[in-house]
């Protein structure tokens, strides 16, 4: 195993490393609760400390000019996805010291089929302020009661001192935050030690990733190596390592699981895994967009149009989580209207360099795959609109295959009211790759005409995040939500993964988080006599003070204060 070493030196032997992991696993036995809180916000001073050096970095990794507002994005998926985090997980740690109820004071309600549910946004009053119009819960596996719940939300921090050896983390390359928040699971809801192997993409935040986790790294409890595909095959194979997590692709995950070529689909034919471990993961996979017909203004139209475009653009459409396929109402008086203000927005979208490995070339082959089907709309760099494609084609490689890129498909059903949105829920059920997220849009009218039949429909939903009127990753950035996908995969057909992370209230029997936000933006909302006062949010690709609102987003998260609450307003509103 050729590494990186964590704090200079020459590369550590792969035995040593594993063995200070192991030393370091048997002190953590030993470190109180309030010990390892107070770790949390030591983590979260030294990751406000290099936020901006962070960010720089990522902006140069994306080829991103420090001017532009798209900056924004690392900010809001780097530093502050991390520190909302940090707060979050040291407050159940708080509770759990304390020996107080992990869920004392939060709301828990009954979902459909026998579930539960738990809000986790708002969870506070900053939350209401900040995140305004939109909540979150988690449901529950059908059949948990309350007292199951209360009585395992700590998962191992309950008994900390039976740790679970050293985990591999297979780090992301796309989103900057996620490494070390899958690494924060490991430590906290597995109880193990972890040595993080990064993606070479990220290689260049290996020294941020440091300073972040050093007083972690310090006792011995992480470790962090670079290198290429061999490194992390060693890594996984390593007999020291007892368990392994990454995100990224399938085809990545079938490699560490099975192995390659001949001997891969040996192994698969007699269920005899190369890997003998226990392995977790987030894979992404091809997501939907469902747009329930209604009666839009032209307002609506365009900022649905927007919300749509940032669902596929957001990081040059290099997420996971990014929409896929928008299925729509072939019945839909305003079907046209719509499109042609998402061809718009596709190309006015600012311009952004398509910066991942492999991005234009997974571009090229959709168009290839799709004569007479894949429209330009124009932008930078040049998106691609697949129309017309057909839900009962068994072969359509755009319900199966992740484009990584700036590429939406539109497929059509007939129906309107609950009939299309059963027919949609179906499709997106049967007939697209994976389960980590779905995305509803419906005018408020419609959702009310729907009543109980919506949180039916969300029910029906194989998805590990279910968002109506707000984009999935909302889901990933709230920190007390689960983050996977649905539950039920296995390593010979693993979709979207196994298992979840972030869940900062370490709640287990969760089996997806859903999330609602607001049809409108103030003060369009609140003149329509709706309650949200949430401007367009700063995700979108089309904010204007994206960048300085994350940066004042990062600020106050690692610094919650009252005073700093203005100046974020106000730049979240000229958005």
């Not at 693993?494 to 103030?522: C, D, K, W």
């Amino acid at each position: 195993m050729t590494t990186t070493p964590a704090t200079g030196g020459t590369s550590p032997d792969p035995d040593a490393l594993v063995a200070r992991l192991a030393t370091g696993e048997r002190a953590w036995a030993r470190t109180s609760l309030a010990e390892r809180r107070e770790l949390l916000l030591d983590v979260a001073a030294a990751t406000a400390a290099v936020a901006e050096e962070w960010v720089r970095t990522a902006a140069g990794i994306k080829q991103l000019t420090p001017a532009s507002p798209l900056v924004g994005e690392e900010w809001m998926s780097g530093p502050y996805a991390l520190l909302t985090y940090l707060q979050a997980l040291q407050e159940t740690m708080r509770r759990l010291d304390e020996g107080a109820d992990v869920l004392g004071g939060t709301r828990i309600t009954r979902a459909p089929g026998d579930r539960l549910a738990v809000q986790v946004l708002p969870y506070d009053t900053y939350d209401k302020l900040l995140m305004n119009g939109f909540h979150a819960e988690v449901w529950t596996t059908p059949g948990v009661t309350e007292e199951q719940l209360r009585a395992t939300a700590g998962l191992t921090q309950r008994t900390p001192r039976r740790t679970r050896g050293v985990a591999l983390v297979l780090g992301a390359g796309n989103i900057f935050s996620i490494p070390l928040l899958d690494v924060l699971y490991q430590l906290y809801a597995e109880n193990r030690t972890t040595v993080l192997k990064l993606n070479p993409t990220t290689d260049p935040l290996a020294d941020v990733y440091r300073a972040v986790f050093e007083p972690l790294i310090d006792r011995g409890l992480v470790e962090i190596v670079t290198g290429g595909p061999d490194v992390g095959m060693a890594a996984a194979g390593h007999p020291g390592i007892t368990a392994v997590h990454m995100t990224g692709s399938e085809a990545t995950h079938d490699a560490v699981v099975w192995g390659t070529g001949d001997a891969a689909a040996a192994a698969k034919a007699t269920g005899t895994p190369k890997l003998s471990k226990p392995m977790t993961s987030e894979l992404g996979g091809v997501a939907p967009i469902i747009v329930l017909p209604g009666e839009w203004s032209d307002a609506d139209l365009r900022y649905q149009a927007e919300h749509v475009a940032t669902m596929r653009l957001h990081n040059s459409g290099c997420n996971c989580i990014a929409g896929q396929i928008l299925i729509l109402s072939s019945d839909w008086a305003q079907k046209n209207a719509f499109l042609t203000a998402l061809r718009r927005a596709l190309a006015t979208a600012p311009a952004r360099p398509a910066w991942y490995p492999g991005c234009e070339a997974r571009v090229r082959s959709a168009r290839e795959l799709h004569p007479g089907r894949a429209e330009k709309p124009g932008g930078t760099p040049e998106r691609t609109l697949l129309t017309g494609l057909d839900l009962t084609s068994p072969d359509e490689s755009a319900f199966t295959t992740e484009y990584f890129g700036p590429v939406l498909g539109v497929a059509e059903l007939s129906g309107t009211g609950s009939r299309f949105l059963g027919a949609a829920v179906a499709a997106a059920n049967d007939r697209l790759h994976g389960t980590l997220g779905a995305n509803l849009i419906a005018h408020p009218d419609t959702l009310k005409a729907l009543g109980h039949r919506l949180r039916a429909a969300i029910a029906d939903l194989r998805y590990g995040t279910v968002a109506v009127n707000a984009w999935t990753g909302v889901g990933y950035a709230t920190p007390r939500a689960t983050w996977g996908a649905f539950p039920g995969h296995t390593l010979d057909d693993v979709q979207s993964g196994i298992g979840v992370v972030h869940n900062a209230l370490l709640m287990g029997h969760a089996e997806r988080t859903v999330v609602t936000g607001p049809f409108r933006p103030a003060p369009r909302s609140v003149l329509h006599r709706g309650t949200s006062i949430s401007p367009k949010p700063p995700w979108f690709v089309t904010n204007t003070t994206a960048a300085r609102t994350g940066r004042l987003l990062t600020e106050f998260a690692a610094h919650p204060r009252w005073q700093d609450l203005p100046a974020l307003f106000a730049s979240a509103f000229r958005g």
